[in-house]
T-cell receptor, first 113, second 113 residues
């Protein structure tokens, strides 16, 4: 079975630009969560989506938005990029909203110059 | 503010020894606790979770939870060089319909052959 997939793998953007990151969950999983991991830190929660609805939002500015599609894949959008947005963006999927097992994708490494 | 504290390490243990990783958390409402392993340049992978006081064993790994002391630990028996990685402690507080994970910064473990 395929695991969580994310695209692109790496991305370089300039300050002020916007970016869209994509995630496909494991087949049968209906919940997707997004995390930001800055080098040397643990992942920080951004959003959780379940059944196409936002079920949780972390302490991130409104420049960050996300959505989940009918096939349960998800997009994370970041507008007006700042240097501080440079990080590894992780997507995690689980069967349900409260499932204990949450599986992370390989991540998208975003560099903002 | 929910906080999860871990000693950043590095923690060095000889091959075959027991590695002990510790984590404290601030929010008494926290309900479930997770240990993830993250190899350099890779995404986190779930080792195990625990939600009841006491010990939970899975192979060479034992998670220990003490809610009164707000303390959770991970023991790795018969440590192997392949266990060298960063270990992330995560806490989940299920409030307001959100199941977000709050991570510590991680403890870097080095198993010396």
């Amino acid at each position: 079975d395929a695991g969580v997939t994310q695209s692109p793998t790496h991305l370089i953007k300039t300050r002020g630009q916007h970016v869209t990151l994509r995630c496909s969950p494991i087949s049968g999983h209906k919940s997707v969560s997004w995390y930001q991991q800055v080098l040397g830190q643990g992942p920080q929660f951004i959003f959780q989506y379940y059944e196409k609805e936002e079920r949780g939002r972390g302490n991130f500015p409104d420049r960050f938005s996300a959505r989940q599609f009918p096939n349960y894949s998800s997009e994370l959008n970041v507008n007006a990029l700042l240097l501080g947005d440079s990080a590894l963006y992780l997507c995690a999927s689980s069967v349900g909203q409260g499932s204990y097992e949450q599986y992370f994708g390989p991540g998208t490494r975003l560099t903002v110059t | 503010q929910k906080e999860v504290e871990q000693n950043s390490g590095p923690l060095s243990v000889p091959e075959g020894a027991i590695a002990s990783l510790n984590c404290t958390y601030s929010d008494r409402g926290s309900q479930s606790f997770f240990w993830y392993r993250q190899y350099s340049g890779k995404s986190p992978e779930l080792i195990m979770f625990i939600y009841s006081n006491g010990d939970k064993e899975d192979g060479r790994f034992t998670a220990q939870l003490n809610k009164a002391s707000q303390y959770v630990s991970l023991l790795i028996r018969d440590s192997q060089p392949s266990d060298s990685a960063t270990y992330l402690c995560a806490v989940r507080y299920s409030g307001a319909g959100s199941y977000q994970l709050t991570f510590g910064k991680g403890t870097k473990l080095s198993v010396i052959p």
